[in-house]
């Protein structure tokens, strides 16, 4: 596991986790960008 920034098609930076396998396979699992918690933000206190 290890965290990736990348650029969305609309230019915007951002922040993810990805997940890489040991084995070669074909499968991918997407988390969609607003369809769930943001985990690498900071907590606001």
Known sequence: MKKINFLATDGVLLNG????S??????AI???HGMVS???KKEMK
Not at 17 to 20: D, G, Q, R, V, W
Request: net charge negative.
């Open 17 to 20: 986790i990805l997940y890489e």
């Open 22 to 27: 040991e084995s070669n396979n074909k499968t």
């Open 30 to 32: 997407l988390a969609i």
């Open 38 to 40: 943001n985990c690498l």
